[in-house]
């Protein structure tokens, strides 16, 4: 999976906006809130998301993942390299945090 290939994930979901953060991290974001983060810098290319809290230790206790740096209290799990995930994955995975994220915003920005 490319990072190309995330952001066309990312970019067909409603209202999404995507920048760069920390000089080296691609930020998807919906209502200013991220939902998923890219480490455009590292090699293998890495990347961080939500998932759902009784995913959580089974997903970051997977070979290839562990719980993200900083954020792992907020149940988002890091993916050491983008390779190793299907990209049927990628799209159940990224959907899913994307709805995640955006479930938890003031309903007025939701709307």
Known sequence: MSVEEIQNICR?????????????D?????????????GL????????????????????NSPGFK????????KWVLIEDVNKMKKADWEKYLLQSYELVKNKLPLKVRK
């Open 67 to 74: 719980p993200a740096p900083y954020v792992a209290r907020y």
């Open 26 to 38: 691609l930020v998807f974001s919906v209502g200013e809130k991220m939902f998923c983060v890219v």
């Open 12 to 24: 067909q979901l409603p209202t999404v906006t995507e920048d760069i953060k920390w000089g080296h």
């Open 41 to 60: 810098d590292q090699s293998p290319t890495t990347a961080s998301f939500k998932v759902r809290d009784d995913e959580f230790e089974e997903i970051s």
